[in-house]
Nanobody, 121 residues
Framework: QVQLVESGGGFAQAGGSLRLSCLAS????????AAWFRQAPGKEREFVAT???????YYADSAKGRFFISKDEVKNAVYLQIRSLKPEDTAVYYC???????????????WGQGTQVTVSS
């Protein structure tokens, strides 16, 4: 049984930074793909970043420059660091896992429950 558990969300001031974590059980990031999506209030869930077994990463255009995805294969964890936070980064951030790099939700089989990030101006 695959389980993805996100943590690290919370309240932050604009201009600050946060690091979100996703710990996996039943799925190995050293042979699969991890991704982060987010869903802002009243909006559809959107792709943020993804990283594969070879440490190849890909970002949404809106995420380039401030969002950084990384992983620790020993801990079987994936991280999303967000710098220079903006109020529009307020969203629920979801960790997802699947077999290949993709920006599409349907290509990810496993999802976490999400962690709320709220950025105040």
């Amino acid at each position: 049984q695959v389980q993805l558990v996100e943590s690290g969300g919370g309240f932050a001031q604009a201009g600050g930074s946060l690091r979100l974590s996703c710990l996996a059980s039943g799925f190995m990031f050293n042979s699969g793909v991890a991704a982060w999506f987010r869903q802002a209030p009243g909006k559809e869930r959107e792709f943020v970043a993804t990283i594969n077994w070879g440490y190849n990463s890909y970002y949404a255009d809106s995420a380039k420059g401030r969002f950084f995805i990384s992983k620790d294969e020993v801990k079987n964890a994936v991280y999303l660091q967000i710098r220079s936070l903006k109020p529009e980064d307020t969203a629920v951030y979801y960790c997802a896992a699947g077999p290949r790099l993709s920006t599409r939700e349907r290509d990810y089989e496993y999802w976490g429950q999400g962690t709320q990030v709220t950025v105040s101006s």
